[in-house]
């Protein structure tokens, strides 16, 4: 009897463990499956609704696209197809950045950012701009947000950062596009004044040939859409610095304004006396 009850309980552990598996390799193959499923499509024709001409869309070998079409409304509508493809959560945070609306999306954690932002009530701006566009570029916009809804809606999975946050993605708008823009904006601009300050303080302190080379206003790695990248500024002369690093000293006023200002300005070439 007490080897017959052994047994049982073997039997029931391994029915367990057997159940236990099944269950993990059943969730790791959905994981898997939906992941794959919110993939762009790469390849192939696709058909676009309200696309009435051909549109030819191409990858180099770094995987950076090319879009070739007869009109702007054409490119403005692939275009936004495969940003949706590729980008479309990355395109969500940048639009709620800008709306202060991220809290949606991480709850709490991100109420204080959104509040900082939302007194600047951005998305009324960018829905007041959607709304004075001459018909010519309106026409386009809305191009762009058809092709990034359709390529949102045909990822055979919602993009996997909305699976971690148990989310669902939101079509896009017209002023979401604008959004965007003052996204960027926000991300480029200091929320203080403590970075130009500290540009001018060096600006001030050191030779005016080094002050143009840390301060280069572009390089060969720059892409304009428009003209020539702009040249790399010149290494500066030993001649035209004067008698070395040693001689270019930050007289501050304050322990706070020395500490943020002087040593932090450009390590090495700002010395506190």
């Given at each position: 009897?007490?080897?017959?009850?052994?047994?049982?309980?073997?039997?029931?552990?391994?029915?367990?463990?057997?159940?236990?598996?099944?269950?993990?390799?059943?969730?790791?193959?959905?994981?898997?499956?939906?992941?794959?499923?919110?993939?762009?499509?790469?390849?192939?024709?696709?058909?676009?609704?309200?696309?009435?001409?051909?549109?030819?869309?191409?990858?180099?070998?770094?995987?950076?696209?090319?879009?070739?079409?007869?009109?702007?409304?054409?490119?403005?509508?692939?275009?936004?197809?495969?940003?949706?493809?590729?980008?479309?959560?990355?395109?969500?945070?940048?639009?709620?950045?800008?709306?202060?609306?991220?809290?949606?999306l991480?709850?709490?954690?991100?109420?204080?950012?959104?509040?900082?932002?939302?007194?600047?009530?951005?998305?009324?701006?960018?829905?007041?701009?959607?709304?004075?566009?001459?018909?010519?570029?309106?026409?386009?916009?809305?191009?762009?947000?058809?092709?990034?809804?359709?390529?949102?809606?045909?990822?055979?999975?919602?993009?996997?950062?909305?699976?971690?946050?148990?989310?669902?993605?939101?079509?896009?708008?017209?002023?979401?596009?604008?959004?965007?823009?003052?996204?960027?904006?926000?991300?480029?601009?200091?929320?203080?004044?403590?970075?130009?300050?500290?540009?001018l303080?060096?600006?001030?302190?050191?030779?005016?040939?080094?002050y143009?080379?840390?301060?280069?206003?572009?390089?060969?790695?720059?892409?304009?859409?428009?003209?020539?990248?702009?040249l790399?500024?010149?290494?500066?002369?030993?001649?035209?610095?004067?008698?070395?690093?040693?001689?270019?000293?930050?007289?501050?006023?304050?322990?706070?304004?020395?500490?943020?200002?002087c040593?932090?300005?450009?390590a090495?070439?700002?010395?506190?006396?």
């Open positions: 009897m007490q080897k017959q009850s052994k047994f049982s309980a073997r039997r029931v552990l391994c029915v367990l463990l057997l159940a236990g598996v099944l269950l993990v390799a059943l969730g790791a193959s959905w994981a898997y499956w939906q992941l794959r499923a919110s993939l762009p499509t790469l390849d192939g024709v696709v058909a676009l609704a309200e696309l009435d001409e051909e549109v030819s869309v191409t990858r180099d070998e770094v995987g950076m696209v090319t879009i070739s079409a007869n009109s702007r409304t054409a490119v403005a509508r692939a275009m936004g197809f495969v940003h949706a493809q590729e980008r479309f959560f990355q395109m969500d945070l940048m639009r709620r950045q800008a709306a202060g609306e991220l809290s949606a991480f709850g709490g954690k991100a109420l204080e950012a959104d509040k900082r932002v939302r007194i600047h009530q951005l998305r009324a701006r960018a829905r007041a701009i959607v709304a004075g566009l001459p018909s010519d570029e309106s026409e386009i916009l809305l191009a762009y947000v058809a092709g990034v809804n359709e390529g949102l809606h045909r990822l055979g999975s919602r993009p996997f950062e909305y699976w971690v946050l148990r989310a669902e993605p939101v079509d896009w708008t017209a002023e979401d596009t604008i959004l965007t823009a003052y996204s960027m904006y926000l991300v480029l601009q200091p929320s203080t004044a403590e970075k130009k300050l500290t540009r303080n060096v600006k001030e302190r050191v030779p005016e040939s080094l143009a080379f840390l301060r280069g206003k572009g390089s060969e790695w720059d892409a304009p859409l428009w003209g020539e990248p702009l790399p500024p010149a290494i500066p002369e030993a001649s035209s610095l004067g008698t070395g690093p040693q001689s270019w000293s930050c007289r501050c006023k304050s322990a706070s304004v020395r500490s943020h200002r040593r932090g300005a450009i090495g070439l700002c010395r506190v006396p």
